[in-house]
């Protein structure tokens, strides 16, 4: 037998030995190395990673974990971490992960239990099951947790499929919780969780419960639907937020918030095909419901219950069983406000059992089976500004109702009557209604009980019959102004627009009209004095009462005088209004022949403020138009037709200040000017339309006027400044001046740009006398039959004309001034005959003349730079205002890049090489399309002019390494794979040294 050399096996021990230490450093070390990746981007993609490491396993028993826990045995988080199925270490950065487990309950306890926890943890793509349907039960049960995201599970058949008890700010994310026993997701004392885009459909009782003092939560299009009580149920839980959730098809309601939940926001939601209600608010005050979807409910669309001072906005709650929305048992000071009401069964809007001050305004109740809304044994609501059209019975129905405001509603093709009233409704106030076309009554007062109503300035138009009142001591006028009939057949001889012969109302009621409206369109002028007192006193008061007015003088609601037609008869001004300020707008009227004297108009304001001057016609005057006498601001004259003056158009005098003057169209006014500034700063006139007048626009003594956007033609001057400083005159187009196109006098300190000036006769600008100091540049002066530009006076100095075209002009500019520039150190003017008068040549192609172009006149002054022009087709390219730099940022931010380049052409577009990673819009703007992977991307950059010249520049953009931390290993493996192998390996050599020595 061969002897074992036993220094060969000390040797092969220790090598063994070392190999086997080697192999545990490096499983120790392998989770830290980083991989290079092809394009150099050096990533961790440690999400990924972690879930792929968590802990698989399909048979796990209930998980508990008590983050207070001490002692032996405790199951606290470093007990978890411990396990298998748990890694992380609790921070923000590296939660514990709980992972890809199946859990089974086996009715005896939740699966995944978690309390006294704050520290960071996720739980994710986990399917638990079977919790048992007990009180303190759940899928997933956190009590008094915070910090903890649930992402992606699968949870069914348990009490809840996740349960918050006393936890916050955790988040609910993408997970399945249908199918449960009682709830998807149930929170109750718990604050600040976000729940995002979970499945919480088809629960036995609800899809999401929120019980008890839960507040400042945010749920999010979640799916909470075909549950067999409610969709979302909030119990005395406030100020959460509930968005764009999916809450249709439950066995009662939609989303249930009762028990005083208040100061919630329910906004976005679908909450149809339910069993009873889309949205029900029992003892809830002070909520916020707008643009749900709550029709095709089988009850009402919403119903408030003994719920106040909630704002129930822009929902539609059409083609529900029985009501649009339902106010019940003194649901008091509630706004209901542009809703769609339509199309139900029986009502739009239902209001009873003492439900008071409500505000039910400018919503849509039409085509409802019984009525647009029904008031029933209530008072003191509002009901405003709602078209109540084409419902089967009435537009307005009142039963025991009292001391209601019911104004500006729209009534047409009632079925029955417009607005009835019967039992005891009493005290109420009609007023400014239109009731047409309703095939019983327009009005219709029921029973001898109904007392003390008023009705005036409302409209009756084509009804079967207007009025049938049978009750007591009703009034059809309030004093002053009654309603409009249309089978009235007295006269107006005076012309004031009330009737002079009263209008008898029919039934036992004994009713009259004493003031009935006239056709109320032809009228005397009219004269309104806002700070007028006492009695007769012409106010906004006395107005209000007026057939030709309406409105509060509001901002929600001005006062509006429209559609009327008053002749000034030659003596007077047809609207005049002095010393106010609340809001007004005068609208669509003709008013003409007002008087010839000075200052006299269609529409004279002194001391005015706030009025809206709308699509008027104020033509045929005896001298102005529309004037602002004298301290009047802030005001807009808009869409006026203003014709055949024998003064001004508009006349704005003696500090009227930051009036807008727009789109009017003007013309033949015999006067010196269409539109007129006195002493009167910081006014706009834009995109005005002046035809045929002296001067279009004359700025006198005015400082600060915008002249933008008009079209002047065939006037003999087209703008006028006379000591018009600072101003801005840009982009107008002013043709066929008889004179000149823009002339400046004693004018200082303007700017005058972009202006188009065409086929003038003498100038096309005109500076005189002391004009100094004026930037006039990028205008476009074409065929004037004298001078395009003409300095006529040596006073005139200082001002700069640079940019401009000079286009077939006579002369193009004579410069008799002194200290004018012709170019602003870097770039002149083009002109048309620069290179066949002046045989001005480009010979270094740069776009500027060789040569300076020889301004005529007795001022010797040069254009220093002409502008050069290869004429169609030249080639000249862009340049960049600024080269295009390399940009280096990190990744995830997002890419923001401004490139400008300027050319004489202009810039027709932008263009870039890749557009896979980057788009490029027509200012230039270079955004990133999606999120840019790490690493280095060239990216070429050109300008074009409308000639296809283009300039260009390539950049480099560095999006550096995505910062990701390595991923944690898992606690105790390396140790765990080092031991094994040592073990296995000793044994190896043992048997082999055995067998050696029994040889």
């Known amino acids: 037998m061969k002897k074992l050399n036993f220094n060969n096996k000390k040797k092969t021990i220790g ?14 070390l392998l989770p830290s190395i980083r991989y290079e990746i092809p394009n150099n981007r050096i990533v961790y993609e440690a999400k990924e990673y972690q879930i792929k490491l968590a802990y698989f396993n399909n048979s796990m028993t209930p998980i508990a974990i008590d983050g207070d826990a001490t002692g032996p045995g405790a199951h606290n988080w470093a007990w978890a971490v411990s396990q298998p199925w748990c890694i992380g270490s609790g921070n923000e950065i590296d939660p514990y992960l709980i992972a890809n487990l199946t859990i089974d ?7 995944i239990s978690i309390k006294d926890s704050n520290v960071f943890f996720i739980i994710e793509n986990c399917t638990l099951h079977n919790s048992g349907i007990q009180l303190d039960r759940g899928g997933i049960y956190l009590d008094h ?3 903890g995201k649930i992402i992606n599970n699968t949870i069914f058949n348990t009490f809840a499929g996740v349960h918050l008890i006393q936890s916050n700010k955790n988040n609910i994310l993408e997970n399945n919780c249908s199918a449960n026993g009682h709830y998807g997701i149930r929170l109750q004392s718990s604050s600040n969780n976000t729940f995002l885009e979970n499945d919480c459909s088809s629960n036995d009782w609800v899809g999401i419960h929120v019980k008890t003092s839960n507040t400042d939560n945010i749920f999010i299009r979640n799916n909470c639907s075909s549950s067999g009580l409610y969709g979302i149920e909030s119990d005395s839980s406030s100020n959460n937020t509930y968005l764009e959730n999916d809450c249709s098809s439950n066995g009662k309601h939609g989303i249930n918030i009762y028990s005083s939940s208040d100061y919630n926001t329910v906004s976005n939601n679908t909450c149809k095909l339910n069993g009873e209600n889309g949205i029900r608010l029992s003892s809830a005050d002070f909520n916020y419901i707008s643009e749900n979807n709550c029709s095709l409910n089988t009850y009402h669309g919403i119903n408030l219950y003994s719920s106040k001072n909630n704002e129930i906005l822009l929902n539609n709650c059409s083609a529900n069983i029985s009501y649009g929305i339902l106010l019940n048992t003194n649901s008091n000071n509630n706004t209901v406000f542009r809703n769609i009401f339509n199309l139900n069964g029986e009502d739009g809007i239902n209001i009873q059992s003492n439900s008071n001050y409500n505000t039910i305004s400018r919503n849509d109740c039409s085509l409802n089976g019984f009525n647009g809304i029904h008031l029933f044994v209530m008072e003191s609501n509002v009901i405003s500004e709602n078209n109540f059209i084409s419902n089967e019975r009435f537009g307005i129905y009142l039963y025991e109702v009292s001391n209601c405001e019911i104004f500006k509603n729209t009534i047409i093709e009632l079925k029955y009557s417009g607005i009835y009233l019967a039992e005891s409704s009493n005290q109420n106030t009609i007023y400014s209604n239109q009731i047409e076309e309703s095939l019983d009554y327009g009005v219709h007062v029921k029973d001898a009980n109904c007392v003390n109503n008023l009705f005036y300035k409302n409209y009756f138009v084509d009804n079967s019959e207007n009025v049938l009142d049978d009750g007591t001591a009703n009034s059809w006028d309030n004093g002053i102004i009654g309603n409009y009939w249309d089978d009235y057949t007295g006269s107006d001889a005076d012309l004031d627009g009330i009737g002079d012969d009263p209008y008898f109302v029919d039934g036992t009621g004994g009713g009259v009209d004493h003031f009935p409206i006239w056709f109320f369109y032809h009228l005397n002028p009219i004269y309104i004095d806002g700070d007028a007192t006492g009695v007769g006193a012409h106010n906004w008061t006395w107005a209000a009462y007026q057939p030709w007015c309406e409105g509060s003088g509001t901002w929600d609601d ?3 005088i429209k559609d009327v037609i008053i002749d000034g008869q030659g003596v007077d001004n047809c609207i005049e209004i002095r010393d106010s300020n609340v809001p007004f707008i005068i609208y669509n009227s003709t008013l003409y022949n007002a008087s010839p004297l000075d200052y006299q108009a269609a529409i004279y304001f002194d001391n005015v403020d706030n009025a809206l001057i709308l699509e008027n016609d104020c033509s045929y005057n005896g001298h102005i138009g529309i004037i602002f006498y004298e301290n009047c601001d802030n005001n807009t004259i808009q869409g006026n037709v203003i014709y055949n003056n024998q003064n001004a158009a508009i006349s704005i005098r003696e500090s009227s200040e930051n009036n807008y003057i727009y789109n009017n169209w003007i013309a033949n006014c015999e006067g010196q000017f269409a539109i007129y500034l006195l002493q009167s700063d910081h006014n706009v006139i834009y995109k005005n339309f002046v035809f045929g007048c002296l001067t279009g626009i004359r700025v006198h003594a005015t400082e600060h006027t915008s002249v933008l956007g008009n079209t002047l033609e065939h006037n003999q001057v087209g703008i006028s400044l006379r000591h018009g400083h600072y101003s801005r005159i840009a982009h107008n187009d002013i043709l066929y001046s008889s004179n000149h196109g823009i002339r400046l006098d004693t004018t200082a300190l303007c700017d005058i740009f972009d202006n188009y000036i065409y086929n003038t006769t003498y100038d096309g600008i005109r500076l005189i006398d002391n004009s100094r100091y004026n930037e006039i540049y990028s205008n476009e002066i074409k065929k004037s039959y004298r001078y395009g530009v003409n300095v006529d006076d040596t006073n005139v100095h200082n001002n700069t004309f640079y940019q401009n075209q000079f286009i077939d002009n006579e002369v193009n500019a004579l410069d008799n001034g002194t200290d004018n520039y012709w170019d602003d150190g870097a770039i002149g003017n083009y002109w048309s005959d620069y290179w066949d008068t002046y045989l001005g040549v480009d010979l270094d192609d740069d776009g500027i003349g060789d040569t300076p172009y020889n301004i005529a006149g007795s001022a010797g002054t040069l254009d220093r730079y002409p502008i050069w022009d290869d004429g169609p087709g030249e080639n000249h390219p862009p340049t960049w205002d600024q080269i295009p730099a390399d940009q280096t940022l990190e990744f995830g931010v997002p890419f923001l890049y401004d490139v400008n380049a300027s050319d004489l052409s202009g810039i027709d577009h932008y263009w870039i090489n890749d557009t ?18 790490a690493g280095i991307y060239p ?6 002019d409308p000639y296809n010249n283009f300039c260009t520049e390539t950049i480099e953009i560095t999006i550096l390494s995505e910062n990701v931390p390595p991923p944690q290993r898992i606690p105790g493996f390396d140790l765990l794979i080092l031991m094994l192998t040592t073990t296995i390996l000793g044994v190896y050599l043992l048997i082999r040294i055995k067998k050696k020595k029994d040889l």
């Open 15 to 28: 090598l063994l030995g070392l190999l086997i230490f080697l192999f545990g450093l490096y499983l120790t």
């Open 916 to 933: 896979t990673n980057f788009q490029i819009d027509g200012n230039g703007i270079i955004t990133n399309v999606g999120t840019l992977p």
């Open 145 to 147: 947790c915070s910090n």
């Open 105 to 111: 309950g086996m009715g005896a306890s939740s699966c």
């Open 939 to 944: 990216l070429e950059i050109r300008a074009y």
């Open 558 to 560: 001005p006062y509006i």
